[in-house]
């Protein structure tokens, strides 16, 4: 669960504007995508986020060939300062994460702007990315 002042931590995310975000609407452009991260951070994530943004992004392609394009919504990605690999979203609702630890750890966060309106989960093992797409897309 996370403190009661997390709130002040994430509330300018939800003002931001993200100039580099832009929704992907075809496989093409998701194999960009991970070119792209590969050779922005590749010094920095490890096997284990390669693979998990691999197989993430695998499934975003999947969904903008198979669904409406433009019903996905406008993500974007960043590696903080405690090498986590993040791959979010602000909507209307609230903001909704991915978090690739740079060890061993896969977790879904999404913070609402309605206090209380807060979810964590954490994946361990038997990861299913679609799942997690859908989720990740669905708030």
Request: hydrophobic share 35%; with cysteine; proline share 4%.
């Amino acid at each position: 669960m996370l403190p009661i002042n997390s709130g002040k931590y994430y509330s300018p995310l939800f003002t931001m504007t993200e100039p580099g975000s832009s929704t992907i609407t075809n496989s093409s452009e998701m194999s960009n995508l991970l070119t792209e991260i590969l050779d922005q951070y590749e010094k920095r994530l490890t096997l284990f986020q390669k693979d998990h943004i691999s197989r993430i992004l695998e499934v975003f392609s999947t969904i903008a060939d198979e669904i409406e394009p433009e019903r996905l919504t406008s993500f974007n990605y960043f590696l903080n300062d405690d090498d986590e690999f993040l791959i979010y979203r602000n909507s209307r609702v609230g903001l909704t994460n991915i978090i690739i630890h740079d060890e061993d750890c896969l977790a879904f966060s999404f913070i609402g702007k309605k206090p209380g309106d807060r979810e964590l989960v954490f994946y361990e093992e038997h990861i299913d990315y679609e799942k997690l797409a859908y989720k990740f897309f669905a708030k």
